[in-house]
């Protein structure tokens, strides 16, 4: 495990079984016409708006498990820890351990669809989502977060000095700053 992954304070985590969410997203990510590093990208991006929103350290787990003498490599991405695991060792077998090792010292919510998955984390002390569930909740932040904007735009287009005056005096100050 990565050092800077275990600090012993109460931290929110939310890991993410990468490929997993990439599979259940098919609408999002087409593995047909897309290569599976620019679904990788795609999701991190998703993912790293997420995190901006809601501060909570994210960790999404990709299986290298076969890849033949692939080791363990963990990335950043903007904020976000990107964990490539080593040959033989699937995503879940990372999560479960990283549930199992800092569960009871911290919040994990584990983002999967495989049932089994979701049992195990929920009995070492982790906390499951969907990808469904996330999804749902990286929309409905994103959509808030998008009227919230459009909110402030308006309110800064009305509460302008110019729009609050005659569109006489208005024009006759735009010729004033033109003609210098």
Same mark, same amino acid.
């Given at each position: 495990?990565?050092?800077?992954?275990?600090?012993?304070?109460?931290?929110?985590?939310?890991?993410?079984?990468?490929?997993?969410?990439?599979?259940?997203?098919?609408?999002?990510?087409?593995?047909?016409?897309?290569?599976?590093?620019?679904?990788?990208?795609?999701? +991190?991006?998703?993912? &790293?708006?997420?995190?901006?929103? !809601?501060?909570?350290? #994210?960790? *999404? =787990? $990709?299986?290298?498990? +076969?890849?033949?003498? &692939?080791?363990?490599?963990?990335? !950043?991405?903007?904020? #976000?820890? *990107? =964990? $490539?695991?080593?040959?033989?060792?699937?995503?879940?077998?990372?999560?479960?351990?990283?549930?199992?090792?800092?569960?009871?010292?911290?919040?994990?919510?584990?983002?999967?669809?495989?049932?089994?998955?979701?049992?195990?984390?929920?009995?070492?002390?982790?906390?499951?989502?969907?990808?469904?569930?996330?999804?749902?909740?990286?929309?409905?932040?994103?959509?808030?977060?998008?009227?919230?904007?459009?909110?402030?735009?308006?309110?800064?287009?009305?509460?302008?000095?110019?729009?609050?005056?005659?569109?006489?005096?208005?024009?006759?100050?735009?010729?004033?700053?033109?003609?210098?």
């Amino acid at each position: 495990m990565d050092k800077n992954l275990t600090n012993k304070s109460k931290t929110k985590y939310l890991l993410i079984d990468g490929y997993n969410v990439i599979n259940a997203w098919r609408d999002i990510f087409n593995l047909e016409k897309e290569s599976l590093e620019e679904c990788r990208e795609k999701l +991190l991006f998703i993912l &790293s708006n997420y995190e901006g929103y !809601k501060k909570i350290h #994210i960790i *999404v =787990v $990709f299986d290298a498990h +076969l890849v033949d003498g &692939s080791k363990m490599k963990i990335e !950043k991405y903007d904020n #976000i820890t *990107v =964990v $490539f695991t080593r040959e033989k060792q699937t995503a879940d077998n990372y999560i479960e351990r990283f549930v199992y090792k800092f569960g009871s010292e911290n919040t994990i919510w584990v983002v999967t669809s495989d049932y089994m998955e979701q049992v195990t984390v929920l009995k070492v002390g982790g906390a499951r989502i969907t990808p469904a569930e996330l999804r749902k909740e990286i929309t409905s932040m994103h959509n808030a977060n998008m009227a919230k904007n459009r909110r402030r735009n308006q309110h800064n287009e009305r509460n302008t000095v110019i729009s609050n005056i005659k569109p006489e005096l208005a024009e006759l100050l735009e010729k004033m700053r033109r003609d210098g």
